[in-house]
């Protein structure tokens, strides 16, 4: 079985502070897709990124960074300097490459950025 | 190249009546798959469907719940007798047979918040 935990329900940091968002999984399969979506208060799901169990390289898009580790099964996300607009709800997901093709999602972290 | 859309966005149904959503797939997309958010909470797989074909339906309720998604047309999420506990926000999201290099994989839509009254 596949699960996705997302262990923070609720972070409040004030404006400019870089905050960390974790997210651990767990899983069978040798291969699979990992993801975040950012949830804002309107409602939709954003896409922000897809990373592959294979490629365990960083990755840093402007002001977001992801952390990937195999060893540890996590794949924690950071915004640095964070600003009001980042405030939302973010999720973690995960897919094997080959089989099942639904994504199993984390309960989620309600990110509150405070001016 | 419109994205996945779905309608109506805002959906009120009294205790008892049937919800119908649609889903209209991205351009070029040949899988479907529909979510559900209850309030408070992540989203959890509801069912998987290809043109005219069921491929998964392991997260649908065993009653009052249904999806198609017929050769020609949207992909319908059909609630019948609807209960207060159905209210919830659903999503849609569509994918590629293959995933692209770079690409997002899936893409959603903004979801139909159903409230049942």
């Known amino acids: 079985a596949q699960k996705v935990t997302q262990a923070q329900t609720e972070i409040s940091v004030v404006e400019k502070e870089d905050v960390t968002l974790d997210c651990v999984y767990e899983?069978?399969?040798?291969?699979?897709?990992l993801f975040w979506y950012k949830q804002p208060p309107s409602g939709e799901l954003v896409f922000l990124i897809r990373r592959n169990s294979f490629d365990e390289q960083n990755e840093i898009s402007g002001r977001y960074s992801w952390n990937f580790q195999k060893s540890t099964s996590s794949f924690n996300f950071t915004i640095t300097a964070s600003q009001v607009v980042d405030s939302a709800v973010y999720f973690c997901?995960?897919?094997?490459?080959?089989?099942?093709?639904?994504?199993?999602f984390g309960q989620g972290t309600r990110l509150t950025i405070n001016p | 190249n419109a994205g996945v859309m779905q309608n109506p966005r805002h959906l009120v149904r009294r205790r008892g009546q049937e919800a119908r959503l649609r889903c209209s797939p991205m351009?070029?997309?040949?899988?479907v798959y529909w979510y559900r958010q209850l309030p408070e909470e992540g989203l959890k797989f509801m069912v998987y469907?290809?043109?005219?074909?069921?491929?998964?339906e392991s997260g649908m309720p065993k009653e009052r719940f249904s999806a198609e998604f017929p050769k020609e047309g949207p992909s319908i999420l059909r609630i019948q007798q609807v209960v207060r506990g159905d209210s919830a926000a659903y999503f849609c999201?569509?994918?590629?047979?293959?995933?692209?290099?770079?690409?997002?994989?899936?893409?959603f839509g903004s979801g139909t918040r159903l409230t049942v009254v």
């Open positions: 899983t069978r399969d040798t291969t699979y897709y």
């Open positions: 351009k070029g997309h040949s899988h």
């Open positions: 999201a569509s994918s590629p047979v293959v995933f692209r290099t770079g690409g997002h994989g899936y893409t």
């Open positions: 469907l290809q043109k005219e074909n069921i491929i998964d």
């Open positions: 997901a995960l897919r094997p490459t080959q089989g099942a093709q639904k994504l199993v």
